[in-house]
């Protein structure tokens, strides 16, 4: 069974600063995609970034990228130039590419990011 | 006009009552999930419903019974409620469960407490 970990519960940043988050993951398939997600005190899920295992090009979308290494299966998320706005839990997410896994994504623990004015 | 809702956003209620959430997506997704955030905002997978079809079902209790009545509706029934059950519930769609971006647009939520 595949499982994901975020090693870190609580992270600060200062506003403009970048921070790093991090997330491993186990599994023994080849094709699968991560993402993070975003949820806000509204408890919104937000979807930021994404990655193909298949790709071997980092994804970056405006502030948010990510370091994906799949040998060492490690996915981390940084921000750059952090808003305050940007304050919220991070949740590692986990999705075989195989239909008989149902699409479901697998958490990790999340990650309560705040930010610093 | 919002993609995935679920009604209601909140719901409290006594322990041993019967209640329903309701999901629905405006899409055109043909595949559907339920996932349980509990206090320590850990959140898993219950159910997926592939074209109204169960493919998943995570060792939930038998309590929890999801009904699809069409593509765009995913609701979820639970009967006999405990304490235990006190979370916040997700209701996600996407295109198709395999290859594929496949993102997965969630609902926002409903917040249940048995007292």
């Known amino acids: 069974a595949q499982t994901v970990t975020q090693s870190q519960p609580e992270m600060s940043v200062q506003e403009a600063e970048t921070v790093t988050l991090s997330c491993t993951y186990d599994t023994s398939e080849s094709d699968y995609y991560l993402f993070w997600y975003k949820q806000p005190p509204s408890r919104q899920m937000i979807l930021v970034i994404r990655?193909?295992?298949?790709?071997?090009q980092n994804a970056t979308e405006n502030r948010f990228s990510v370091n994906f290494q799949k040998a060492a299966k490690s996915f981390s998320l940084k921000i750059s130039d952090s808003q305050l706005g940007d304050a919220a839990m991070y949740f590692c997410?986990?999705?075989?590419?195989?239909?008989?896994?149902?699409?479901?994504?697998?958490f990790g623990q999340g990650t309560e990011l705040s930010v610093k004015p | 006009d919002t993609a995935v809702s679920q009604t209601p956003k909140y719901l409290v209620t006594q322990m041993g009552n019967d209640k329903s959430i309701k999901c629905e997506q405006n899409l055109g997704h043909d595949t559907m999930y339920w996932y349980k955030q509990d206090s320590k905002k850990f959140l898993k997978i219950m159910f997926s419903y592939n074209n109204k079809e169960l493919i998943i079902n995570e060792t939930v209790p038998n309590r929890f019974s999801p009904k699809s009545p069409d593509k765009a509706h995913l609701n979820l029934h639970i009967n006999s409620l405990e304490l235990g059950d006190s979370a916040v519930y997700f209701c996600a769609s996407s295109q198709g469960i395999g290859t594929g971006r496949n993102e997965q647009f969630f609902g926002p939520g409903t917040r249940l407490t048995v007292l």
């Open positions: 990655q193909e295992a298949y790709k071997q």
């Open positions: 997410a986990y999705r075989s590419a195989w239909s008989n896994q149902g699409g479901k994504l697998i």
